[in-house]
């Protein structure tokens, strides 16, 4: 079995950057048996508001056309969430959607894949936030009282701070592998949090890409930050190489 996976590919607008570079990963994963997008493959969606598919509709319509042939998991994300209805009838209703991991055995090997916020340990003041925004309330708000428009400025407006904070500091090598060391003993932590349940742990949400074998007796992969790398994670038998977009 081919399972190519994909995470962090954070499209704001049709026809930026991102759009395009996923575009070519979903030509590219035409020779996949399984296709794992796995988080944020968004910059922003909050609820399942039909009027998303609007906002993005070359994107949606080639994922619809896609998973007519190939068996498609949308796993949500931190930057993409409460998306379930989008799934449930129209044009993506052959899309799985996830919400937590998915776990797929092949073989022998069992693999996980989360987007990664889930597995991050030490970071109590995100996981508090993640508890307030999954909340059945936020969800219910995003998805029958909150127009599509105003979720968008808001987080464009959120976005544009961010970015601004993010200058503040340099993204240095230093600074990564500070990043790679903390996401492999997470990583760790929720194998053994999982009972040794996988051999393969895949995840996004860092976008720092890694590829580490644990002396424990699993793999950690990280797609990293999609538009980057420019590649996307291809697993066969259990075992992950990272091929480049062309």
Known sequence: MIIHSVSD???KKEGDKAALLFSQFLEQSKSAD?????????????????????????????????SSVKKIFYVEGN??????????NGPLEKIQHISGDLLL??????????HGDDVEID????QTYK??????????????????????????????????????????????????????ESAKAYYFKQDKAFNLLMCGHSHVKDLWH???????????YFQAEKSFAVIT??????????
């Open 9 to 11: 590919v954070h499209i």
């Open 34 to 66: 399984i296709i794992i997008l796995l988080g944020d493959i968004f910059d922003l969606i909050v609820g399942g508001d039909q009027a998303w598919l609007k906002r993005y509709p070359e994107t949606f319509d080639k994922l619809s056309r896609l």
């Open 79 to 88: 930057h993409d969430f409460h998306m379930k209805r989008l799934f449930e």
């Open 105 to 114: 055995t092949d073989g022998e090997a069992r693999i996980c894949f989360s």
């Open 123 to 126: 970071n109590k003041n995100y």
């Open 131 to 184: 508890k307030v925004i999954q909340h059945r309330f936020v969800e219910l708000l995003a998805s029958e009282f909150v127009p599509v428009k105003q979720i968008a400025r808001i987080g464009e407006y959120a976005s544009a701070q961010s970015a601004k904070r993010s200058r503040r500091y340099e993204v240095n090598e230093s600074h990564i592998k500070r990043i790679r060391e903390k996401f492999r």
């Open 214 to 224: 644990s002396e424990d007796g699993f793999t950690y992969a990280n797609n990293g």
């Open 237 to 246: 038998n259990g075992k992950v190489e990272f091929r480049e977009i062309n």
